[in-house]
């Protein structure tokens, strides 16, 4: 599916999938639009490029706006995929900063407003540089961060926490009465603030939620509005100029249910992401939730299933082969464990050679050190660090045994 990302500011470009947050105004219109069609939608502006348009050919280009909106397809305003895990941070990357950011970054992963809060996550917090893939300047001194998303979603779910899905529901925000002016733009920056912080895609978009009479539209006919737009949830906000620092009652309608609640701009995409998410966890497969109550006190199952994994690998290799067995030094349990392994390695006669690693920079010389005892195969010991770098592990652990 083609996505747009934001190209500069008002125009939109297809490009590989990534994080944008799109205004109504940046599907279809140029960075200059004319002066005199202020009160026109954005998407029905003319360009102006030095020279006045007559009346009908302005008429024209309007009208055609307006058809290019009702009837583009999916891609022209959907953009699913969001970048959870890129953060702006003041200044530069201390490890204080990279900290707040690791907390931002917990709340989009989980969907949950308490995740940066959560005791649970505190170790994902403390070792927030560990997972840092990079970093750069962005405008005004200010740095960009992304974190390794793969390896915290495998920390998360280890922690036991969810994670939610990176293709989330791409939701129409509409203002009804529609605001203008002063109002309107302030309207957009707070809802495109709130939905970057929870990691929601949206879109101010010109849908109709009422009919000719004003009486609400039905949840199926707003829907099916939505998805010739590329929208999958409505968020209606209704409330007057009046409410823009005050309440208004807002709806959010998807394929689930509707949802009913009051409160402040940013309180709507609150509103809807909570709800969003909860729908995720409530839809859980149930095989899964009983499994998670069955192994529920047990401190680590690495530890039963190591042994079994040498046992395993005794039937794959002949004997004295040498197996690798990586630990982490800084763990406290690790050389107890690599004792109990040594033990039981002589027992299948085979020969034990143990690599360490505590840090990113540690692996290249522990799988090199495998290498060069030519193991013939790898166990990973059980440790949150070795979880959280699986992928990476994976990736490395075929060239370093022969």
């Not at 915290?152 to 280890?158: G, K, P, R, W, Y």
């Not at 079994?308 to 349990?333: C, D, F, H, M």
């Amino acid at each position: 599916m083609q996505t747009r990302v934001r190209d500069d500011g008002n125009r939109a470009r297809l490009a590989r999938p990534g994080l944008w947050y799109c205004t109504g105004r940046s599907a279809l219109t140029s960075s200059r639009t004319s002066p005199t069609n202020s009160h026109m939608p954005n998407s029905a502006r003319t360009l102006s490029h030095g020279r006045a348009r007559s009346p009908i050919a302005a008429a024209i280009v309007a009208v055609l706006g307006v058809l290019l909106v009702l009837l583009a397809p999916a891609s022209a305003w959907a953009g699913r995929v969001v970048r959870v895990y890129d953060v702006v941070i003041k200044g530069e990357a201390t490890a204080p900063a990279v900290q707040d950011g690791m907390r931002r970054v917990l709340v989009r992963a989980t969907g949950r407003r308490e995740a940066a809060t959560d005791p649970t996550l505190s170790a994902l917090v403390t070792d927030a540089p560990r997972y840092v893939q990079g970093t750069r300047k962005v405008a005004s001194g200010d740095t960009l961060i992304t974190f390794d998303g793969a390896a915290l979603e495998q920390a998360i779910a280890s922690a036991g926490r969810s994670v939610w899905d990176r293709d989330r529901p791409f939701t129409l925000v509409v203002f009804n009465p529609p605001l203008s002016g002063a109002a309107a733009e302030t309207a957009r920056l707070e809802v495109e603030r709130a939905a970057e912080s929870r990691g929601l895609p949206i879109s101010l978009a010109p849908l109709p939620v009422v009919d000719a009479n004003g009486v609400d539209l039905p949840r199926d006919a707003v829907l099916q509005g939505a998805q010739r737009l590329g929208g999958d949830a409505v968020l209606i906000a209704r409330g007057d100029s009046a409410a823009l620092n005050g309440v208004y009652q807002w709806t959010l309608q998807t394929q689930f249910a509707t949802d009913n609640f009051n409160g402040s701009l940013d309180a709507g995409v609150n509103g809807a992401v909570d709800a969003m998410a909860r729908v995720q966890d409530t839809a859980a497969p149930l095989a899964e939730l009983e499994a998670l109550v069955q192994v529920a006190g047990v401190t680590t199952l690495n530890e039963e299933l190591v042994p079994k994994r040498l046992e395993l690998l005794r039937e794959l290799v002949p004997p004295g082969t040498t197996i690798a067995l990586l630990i982490n030094p800084t763990n406290p349990s690790s050389e107890m464990f690599a004792t109990q392994a040594q033990s039981q390695t002589r027992e299948l006669g085979l020969i034990l050679h143990v690599v360490k690693a505590s840090r990113e920079g540690d692996l290249d010389g522990a799988f090199a050190s495998a290498m060069q005892a030519k193991a013939g195969g790898l166990v990973i010991g059980p440790d949150p660090f070795f979880v959280s770098r699986s992928r990476t592990l994976a990736a490395m652990a075929p060239r370093s045994v022969r």
